[in-house]
């Protein structure tokens, strides 16, 4: 089992970056897929990054390719968002989370441990 905790978030104006942390507990860190998730007002949560265990292979939404970075660091048991170019609509609550599938879902379904959330505010 792992527990999960995000910080970094914040408000920020159009245009800005800020970088999201997510700090895993357990030895086992290197073992999970590891995902980033966003929820606005009103909506669905939706995939926005995910990394495998090595992290040699991201994969990311349409709607942050190019802006986003995920990465992670297995010696501090931490993934990191790296988030540049913020625009209004990427406001929402970020979720970190953690798969025991060697694959690297974009479905929420297939992860199994959460956090519980780091709040982003882009101001236009």
């Known amino acids: 089992q792992v527990q999960l905790v995000e910080s970094g978030g914040g408000l920020v104006q159009a245009g800005g970056s800020l970088r999201l942390s997510c700090a895993a507990s357990g030895r086992t860190f290197c073992r999970y897929t590891m995902g980033w998730f966003r929820q606005a007002p009103g909506k669905q949560r939706e995939f926005v990054a995910a990394?495998?265990?090595?992290?040699?292979?991201?994969y990311y939404a349409d709607s942050v390719k190019d802006r986003f970075i995920i990465s992670r660091d297995n010696t501090k048991n931490t993934v990191y968002l790296q988030m540049a170019s913020l625009k209004p609509e990427d406001t929402a609550l970020y979720y970190c989370a953690a798969s025991e599938t060697i694959m690297v879902p974009t479905t929420s379904l297939r992860y199994d441990y959460w956090g519980q959330g780091t709040q982003v505010t882009v101001s236009a």
């Open positions: 990394i495998n265990w090595s992290g040699d292979r991201p």
